[in-house]
């Protein structure tokens, strides 16, 4: 028996850290939104670390906040400790750590999803989409509910065919024993998509009463009030600490003593894990001669004494686990309130996907978070945020966005996916950024704010408050720019201090500060500007004067870039018709079918040669369009 | 105009001749006119278009002449790109021209793509919408052709020294990389400037080496790649000896001459010739056997002219009609030497064998025929029916100019690290260094850092 349920604009499938930001977007921006869950009490549940942030990811969350996202805010109110990572290195790469209170983290998303207007949350499984004519109209639940809708998110996380390894034991489920989606991933495979098989895993939690601290080093979170979000104004001031701890001779033998017993080296685990998260038996055997390895205790939250042991993430039979903990400092009593597992699920391989995230299979259908192959909150709550802004977009009858790899690191992201393809989960680093040095976390809003605004999703209130910043940070440049300091005693003292060579001659001052050795304070001290300048402007002024060059030659990248990126290519260019091109050129292009010669140039197998037959074969077309018009 | 500045050498190799550069793109002036020196002074930009200069290219590191030149002015659109065109004529051939060529390189013109003044001409609406598909099939032609060259360059020496170079550099990015990416990971000391600015002298030294390998080796590829071949004891080693003896082999002013890559090179009329070494040749005197090897098919596939060796006092063995085979759509010239011995060979099937190629009668032993072979390779050149063999020479052109490029960068993230600049920024520069080695071997894969990364660490959570 099926019923009809309802009519929205767009339709969420799941609740993650990818459906919730969807779900957000597309309400906020004004399309009636619907987000189905498999179960109400996992809303934005954290099923691994409990933590948001962190080298890249951090930054993406900034930007996240930056395109009226939630997951700054929310850790902002939930988080039990934060801290600014790299700050002895330069700007581009500093970045936000918080450790989140799992629960209250959750609960306080949920919150912000009831509470949103043209938002409907309800608990439910979908296991069809309704597919006409190639274009996606709706979807199906287990209870015959028909939901129908201009378009459809999907985010199933893990849940896509799920199955927990815990040494011997192989089951089917979701994340932390949940339901897992089964009929779904059977639908998209009728639907003609492409599966991968990828894996990924999590490591024990233990109960903290049973921890020796005083064997660990404690890491506390900065002194310093943090914040991800740009409207963030209240700050917690009572922070947790985390604790530091490492592995030994011990622990590696006992690991060597029960490979035999664990999944991944039995062959029992098939699926493709990510380098950058192995195992600890994967970290034993592929680096054996490594006497230890770090391992951190991070509360789960202020309410639960369970604590996420970072560093031995495991698929070792439950005993095995146990054991293995009690050769770790600190952890001689401990007790293991979870053992940690792997788990196995599909993912559609990603190059089926446009750069808006819509399947190029399904029209109206877009797909974020581990679906589309990635790994990480962050990851997820980024794609989520642009998958639900489009659908959005596009069920309301506006144009859709698609962030450069200029632009974002969400637009790197999801660029790498989409064109390249991953073969393992995907995580964001920030070597993966040819422009880092633009990307920064302390720049996301002078990079987006303008764009939330034009979509809908940055309101008037903070719209205004962002241009009165942004001509803040100009008019206080070109003060620094305008300004001749002299070499007089009290600079040439200043300078000395700070072991920089005197003056000869007098100075811009904005040329004073690109001095390594000075900063904008001293400068302030030097010829003190009119009135108090927050320090989110004197931050940007600094940065932006200071690394002019560098930041100049990545612009000029930039510019390249952008007019390859205006070279748009037809969705309907017929590959096969141009000669010149190399097969396996023909090949990739077909699959990836690139938007334009910018993208196509990042496609493997497509050399420049092929660039050059494909810009002159579109040229061709365009004259010839010309002459019969 | 929204593409770069483009520069190559637009008329073929030969020695005598004049050569001209070509320089075409928005920047073709101002590049030009920082090498210039017109004898009245006058800067090139403030020339009236289409005019032709009398002058010196002065290397502006040095402040020293270069050549004596004459450069011709051209502003678009009525240039063959439609863009702004400087045309530097050089007189003195190939070793001047390449001076100045290197020089604009140098200054901020890039190495044309294989083909690249004609698609800009064809996107510059220059030339007929009809011939597109010509021009698609010219860039895919010269393309393969480049190809193929730095394919065999690719297993050459320098590319083993500049895969072994990129490594090092990898290894160091990966290293900065994993003190950004995993600030807590504390299984490695933190880069420090003192270790960058070591690594990075280290890294220039060797690109110094590079580029001096490189530049010995120019001179030596500035020939046509030319094969000898033909069966056992018809004479071949004997060819070699009087081209070498007739005409006075070139003997270069670089020390270190690498005579373990090529053994000689001639020559013959103002043709300069590469004859692939000795050593080779006679490695492979048992080529008719070997002919399916691949090896012996890359030396051949390579080369731009064939030297084919024939007994005149033997008779013409399956042998022989396998090794035409072989060369069958290559220029050749066909050689039936021992002509002062009786003739055993079909001399009619040789000429139907030899109905594509020139076909030249020698007696090496008694010294005839040698003129008339030379005359056959000189014609063969200047009616320009040889015409790919700049390609070995402009892929080295490209490595010197890379290898100049990944210089200054690798100069930059020096600066950087003296002026205290924050690591991750100077990686940039490093970063820049190592793609720029990657083109020269055809591999700029963004990945392999991230796979460096993962194997030289142990990371996770």
Same mark, same amino acid.
């Given at each position: 028996m099926t019923y009809e349920a309802g009519s929205y604009d767009v339709i969420v499938v799941g609740a993650g850290h990818a459906g919730v930001e969807a779900g957000l977007a597309s309400a906020r921006l004004g399309a009636k939104t619907l987000m189905i869950t498999i179960?109400?009490?996992?809303?934005?549940?954290?099923?691994?670390?409990p933590s948001v942030g962190g080298p890249a990811k951090g930054i993406v969350v900034r930007e996240i906040d930056a395109l009226g996202g939630e997951m700054g805010k929310n850790i902002d109110k939930t988080h039990i400790q934060m801290r600014m990572l790299n700050?002895?290195?330069?700007?581009?790469?500093r970045a936000l750590r918080a450790q989140a209170d799992k629960f209250t983290y959750q609960h306080e998303m949920k919150k912000a999803l009831e509470n949103e207007p043209n938002l409907t949350l309800i608990q439910g499984m979908v296991e069809r989409l309704m597919v006409e004519n190639g274009e996606c109209k709706g979807v199906m639940t287990q209870t015959g509910a028909v939901y129908s809708s201009k378009t459809v998110v999907i985010t199933t996380g893990t849940f896509l065919r799920g199955e927990i390894i815990l040494g011997e034991l192989k089951y089917s489920s979701g994340p932390n024993n949940q339901q897992p989606s089964i009929k779904l991933s059977e639908h998209l495979q009728e639907l003609g998509f492409e599966l991968v098989r990828f894996k990924t895993g999590t490591p024990p939690r233990v109960n903290s009463?049973?921890?020796?601290?005083?064997?660990t080093e404690i890491q506390p979170g900065d002194d310093v009030p943090r914040a991800f979000?740009?409207?963030?104004t209240k700050y917690i001031t009572d922070q947790l600490p985390c604790w530091l701890t490492y592995t030994n001779e011990e622990t590696h033998t006992l690991i060597d003593n029960n490979l035999h017993r664990s999944p991944m080296y039995s062959g029992m685990i098939k699926g493709t894990g990510p380098r950058y998260c192995p195992s600890i038996e994967d970290k034993v055997v592929r680096?054996?001669?490594?006497p230890r390895h770090q391992i951190f205790l991070e509360p789960e939250?202020?309410?639960?004494?369970e604590v996420y042991v970072q560093g031995l993430s495991t698929s070792l039979p439950e005993d095995v686990q146990q054991k293995i903990l009690r050769t770790i400092p600190g952890l001689e009593n401990v007790q293991m309130m979870r053992a940690g597992y792997a788990i196995e699920y599909d993912a559609i391989v990603?190059?089926?996907?446009?750069p808006t995230l819509e399947t190029k299979n399904v029209k109206n259908l877009y797909t974020a978070g581990q679906i589309n192959g990635t790994s990480g909150y962050e990851e997820a709550a980024g794609q989520g945020l642009m998958a639900g802004m489009n659908a959005g977009l596009k069920s309301i009858g506006k144009e859709e966005v698609i962030l450069s790899r200029s632009d974002a690191y969400i637009g790197v992201l999801i660029d790498d996916l989409i064109?390249?393809?991953?073969?393992?989960p995907y995580r964001l680093l920030t070597?993966?950024?040819?422009?880092r040095l633009l990307l920064r976390h302390d720049n996301a809003d002078l990079r987006l704010t303008e764009l939330g605004y034009k979509v809908g999703l940055i309101r008037e209130e903070r719209y205004e408050k962002f241009l009165v910043k942004k001509q803040a940070i100009e008019e206080e440049k070109n003060r620094l720019q305008g300004i001749i300091i002299k070499p007089a005693s009290e600079v040439q003292a200043l300078i000395k201090s700070q072991g920089g060579s005197e003056l000869k001659d007098g100075i811009r001052a904005s040329d004073l500060l690109?001095?390594?050795?000075?900063?904008y304070e001293h400068i302030q001290k030097l010829i003190p500007a009119e009135g108090t300048l927050d320090p989110d402007v004197t931050e940007q002024v600094e940065i932006q004067i200071k690394y002019e060059g560098y930041i100049e030659k990545s612009l000029q990248q930039v510019e390249r870039l952008k007019k390859m990126e205006n070279k748009k290519i037809p969705e309907?260019?017929?590959?096969?018709?141009?000669?010149?091109?190399a097969s396996e050129a023909k090949q990739k292009l077909k699959e990836v079918?690139?938007?334009?010669i910018a993208q196509a140039s990042r496609?493997?197998?497509?050399?420049p040669a092929d660039i050059s037959i494909l810009l002159v074969y579109l040229e061709q077309g365009r004259i010839a369009k010309i002459s019969a018009e | 105009m929204e593409f770069d500045t483009i520069a190559a050498i637009s008329t073929p190799m030969g020695e005598g001749a004049i050569a001209i550069v070509r320089l075409s793109g928005d920047q073709a002036f101002e590049i030009a006119d920082r090498l210039f020196r017109g004898a009245g002074g006058k800067r090139l930009k403030d020339a009236a278009s289409h005019t032709i200069h009398y002058g010196h290219i002065i290397?502006?590191?040095?402040?020293?002449?270069?050549e004596e030149v004459m450069v011709s002015a051209m502003k678009g659109p009525k240039t063959f790109t439609k863009e702004d065109v400087i045309e530097i004529n050089c007189h003195g051939g190939l070793i001047s021209v390449n001076r100045v060529l290197q020089l604009l390189l140098n200054n901020g013109a890039r190495l044309a793509e294989p083909g690249e003044f004609t698609k800009r001409a064809f996107l510059n609406g220059?030339?007929?919408?009809?011939?597109a598909e010509a021009v698609m099939d010219l860039i895919r032609a010269k393309t393969d052709r480049a190809m193929n060259v730095a394919l065999g360059q690719m297993e050459g020496r320098l590319s083993k020294l500049i895969q072994k170079l990129r490594q090092e550099i990898l290894e160091i990015l990966a290293h900065v990389e994993v003190n950004i990416?995993?600030?807590?990971?504390?299984d490695v000391e933190e880069m420090t400037h003192h270790i960058l600015m070591e690594k990075s002298f280290y890294v220039k030294k060797e690109i110094e080496k590079l580029l001096r390998t490189s530049q010995q080796g120019k001179i030596l590829r500035e020939g046509l790649s030319t094969v000898i071949v033909g069966r056992?004891?018809?004479g071949k080693s004997s060819l070699l000896n009087s081209l070498v003896h007739e005409n006075k082999a070139i003997v270069t002013? &670089?020390?270190?001459?690498t005579r373990d890559v090529i053994e000689e090179y001639v020559n013959v009329r103002g043709v300069p010739l590469r004859l692939l070494d000795t050593a080779g040749i006679r490695e492979t005197e048992d080529i008719v056997e070997r002919i399916g090897v691949e090896k012996s098919r890359q030396v051949l596939k390579e080369a731009d002219l064939i030297l084919l060796v024939l007994n005149y006092s033997d008779e013409l063995t399956a042998e022989d009609e396998n090794i035409f085979k072989a060369v069958e759509g290559m220029d050749v010239i066909v050689i039936v030497n021992k002509m002062d011995l009786d003739q055993k060979i079909d001399m009619e099937r040789v000429k139907e064998l030899s109905k594509k190629h020139k076909l030249v009668t020698t007696s090496l032993l008694e010294d005839k025929g040698v003129d008339d072979l030379e005359e056959a390779i000189a014609s063969l050149f200047f009616e320009g029916? &040889?015409?790919?063999?700049d390609m070995t020479y402009v892929s080295n052109t490209r490595h010197i100019a890379l290898l100049n490029q990944a210089l200054n960068t690798i100069d930059e993230a020096m600066q950087g690290v003296e002026m205290g600049t924050p690591i991750d920024i100077v990686q940039i520069d490093l970063t820049r260094t190592w793609e720029l080695l990657g083109e020269i071997i055809g591999d700029?894969?963004?990945?392999s850092l991230i796979d460096q990364l993962f194997s030289q660490f142990c990371l996770g959570k």
């Amino acid at each position: 028996m099926t019923y009809e349920a309802g009519s929205y604009d767009v339709i969420v499938v799941g609740a993650g850290h990818a459906g919730v930001e969807a779900g957000l977007a597309s309400a906020r921006l004004g399309a009636k939104t619907l987000m189905i869950t498999i179960n109400l009490d996992m809303v934005a549940f954290m099923p691994c670390n409990p933590s948001v942030g962190g080298p890249a990811k951090g930054i993406v969350v900034r930007e996240i906040d930056a395109l009226g996202g939630e997951m700054g805010k929310n850790i902002d109110k939930t988080h039990i400790q934060m801290r600014m990572l790299n700050t002895g290195k330069g700007p581009a790469v500093r970045a936000l750590r918080a450790q989140a209170d799992k629960f209250t983290y959750q609960h306080e998303m949920k919150k912000a999803l009831e509470n949103e207007p043209n938002l409907t949350l309800i608990q439910g499984m979908v296991e069809r989409l309704m597919v006409e004519n190639g274009e996606c109209k709706g979807v199906m639940t287990q209870t015959g509910a028909v939901y129908s809708s201009k378009t459809v998110v999907i985010t199933t996380g893990t849940f896509l065919r799920g199955e927990i390894i815990l040494g011997e034991l192989k089951y089917s489920s979701g994340p932390n024993n949940q339901q897992p989606s089964i009929k779904l991933s059977e639908h998209l495979q009728e639907l003609g998509f492409e599966l991968v098989r990828f894996k990924t895993g999590t490591p024990p939690r233990v109960n903290s009463h049973s921890i020796d601290y005083s064997k660990t080093e404690i890491q506390p979170g900065d002194d310093v009030p943090r914040a991800f979000s740009y409207e963030t104004t209240k700050y917690i001031t009572d922070q947790l600490p985390c604790w530091l701890t490492y592995t030994n001779e011990e622990t590696h033998t006992l690991i060597d003593n029960n490979l035999h017993r664990s999944p991944m080296y039995s062959g029992m685990i098939k699926g493709t894990g990510p380098r950058y998260c192995p195992s600890i038996e994967d970290k034993v055997v592929r680096f054996n001669d490594k006497p230890r390895h770090q391992i951190f205790l991070e509360p789960e939250g202020r309410n639960t004494q369970e604590v996420y042991v970072q560093g031995l993430s495991t698929s070792l039979p439950e005993d095995v686990q146990q054991k293995i903990l009690r050769t770790i400092p600190g952890l001689e009593n401990v007790q293991m309130m979870r053992a940690g597992y792997a788990i196995e699920y599909d993912a559609i391989v990603p190059t089926q996907l446009w750069p808006t995230l819509e399947t190029k299979n399904v029209k109206n259908l877009y797909t974020a978070g581990q679906i589309n192959g990635t790994s990480g909150y962050e990851e997820a709550a980024g794609q989520g945020l642009m998958a639900g802004m489009n659908a959005g977009l596009k069920s309301i009858g506006k144009e859709e966005v698609i962030l450069s790899r200029s632009d974002a690191y969400i637009g790197v992201l999801i660029d790498d996916l989409i064109t390249k393809g991953t073969n393992e989960p995907y995580r964001l680093l920030t070597s993966r950024a040819e422009y880092r040095l633009l990307l920064r976390h302390d720049n996301a809003d002078l990079r987006l704010t303008e764009l939330g605004y034009k979509v809908g999703l940055i309101r008037e209130e903070r719209y205004e408050k962002f241009l009165v910043k942004k001509q803040a940070i100009e008019e206080e440049k070109n003060r620094l720019q305008g300004i001749i300091i002299k070499p007089a005693s009290e600079v040439q003292a200043l300078i000395k201090s700070q072991g920089g060579s005197e003056l000869k001659d007098g100075i811009r001052a904005s040329d004073l500060l690109k001095r390594p050795e000075m900063t904008y304070e001293h400068i302030q001290k030097l010829i003190p500007a009119e009135g108090t300048l927050d320090p989110d402007v004197t931050e940007q002024v600094e940065i932006q004067i200071k690394y002019e060059g560098y930041i100049e030659k990545s612009l000029q990248q930039v510019e390249r870039l952008k007019k390859m990126e205006n070279k748009k290519i037809p969705e309907n260019i017929d590959y096969d018709a141009i000669n010149g091109l190399a097969s396996e050129a023909k090949q990739k292009l077909k699959e990836v079918r690139p938007l334009s010669i910018a993208q196509a140039s990042r496609i493997s197998g497509v050399n420049p040669a092929d660039i050059s037959i494909l810009l002159v074969y579109l040229e061709q077309g365009r004259i010839a369009k010309i002459s019969a018009e | 105009m929204e593409f770069d500045t483009i520069a190559a050498i637009s008329t073929p190799m030969g020695e005598g001749a004049i050569a001209i550069v070509r320089l075409s793109g928005d920047q073709a002036f101002e590049i030009a006119d920082r090498l210039f020196r017109g004898a009245g002074g006058k800067r090139l930009k403030d020339a009236a278009s289409h005019t032709i200069h009398y002058g010196h290219i002065i290397d502006p590191k040095t402040g020293l002449i270069a050549e004596e030149v004459m450069v011709s002015a051209m502003k678009g659109p009525k240039t063959f790109t439609k863009e702004d065109v400087i045309e530097i004529n050089c007189h003195g051939g190939l070793i001047s021209v390449n001076r100045v060529l290197q020089l604009l390189l140098n200054n901020g013109a890039r190495l044309a793509e294989p083909g690249e003044f004609t698609k800009r001409a064809f996107l510059n609406g220059r030339i007929d919408l009809s011939q597109a598909e010509a021009v698609m099939d010219l860039i895919r032609a010269k393309t393969d052709r480049a190809m193929n060259v730095a394919l065999g360059q690719m297993e050459g020496r320098l590319s083993k020294l500049i895969q072994k170079l990129r490594q090092e550099i990898l290894e160091i990015l990966a290293h900065v990389e994993v003190n950004i990416d995993y600030p807590e990971y504390d299984d490695v000391e933190e880069m420090t400037h003192h270790i960058l600015m070591e690594k990075s002298f280290y890294v220039k030294k060797e690109i110094e080496k590079l580029l001096r390998t490189s530049q010995q080796g120019k001179i030596l590829r500035e020939g046509l790649s030319t094969v000898i071949v033909g069966r056992p004891n018809v004479g071949k080693s004997s060819l070699l000896n009087s081209l070498v003896h007739e005409n006075k082999a070139i003997v270069t002013d &670089i020390p270190g001459t690498t005579r373990d890559v090529i053994e000689e090179y001639v020559n013959v009329r103002g043709v300069p010739l590469r004859l692939l070494d000795t050593a080779g040749i006679r490695e492979t005197e048992d080529i008719v056997e070997r002919i399916g090897v691949e090896k012996s098919r890359q030396v051949l596939k390579e080369a731009d002219l064939i030297l084919l060796v024939l007994n005149y006092s033997d008779e013409l063995t399956a042998e022989d009609e396998n090794i035409f085979k072989a060369v069958e759509g290559m220029d050749v010239i066909v050689i039936v030497n021992k002509m002062d011995l009786d003739q055993k060979i079909d001399m009619e099937r040789v000429k139907e064998l030899s109905k594509k190629h020139k076909l030249v009668t020698t007696s090496l032993l008694e010294d005839k025929g040698v003129d008339d072979l030379e005359e056959a390779i000189a014609s063969l050149f200047f009616e320009g029916t &040889i015409e790919a063999g700049d390609m070995t020479y402009v892929s080295n052109t490209r490595h010197i100019a890379l290898l100049n490029q990944a210089l200054n960068t690798i100069d930059e993230a020096m600066q950087g690290v003296e002026m205290g600049t924050p690591i991750d920024i100077v990686q940039i520069d490093l970063t820049r260094t190592w793609e720029l080695l990657g083109e020269i071997i055809g591999d700029s894969v963004h990945e392999s850092l991230i796979d460096q990364l993962f194997s030289q660490f142990c990371l996770g959570k």
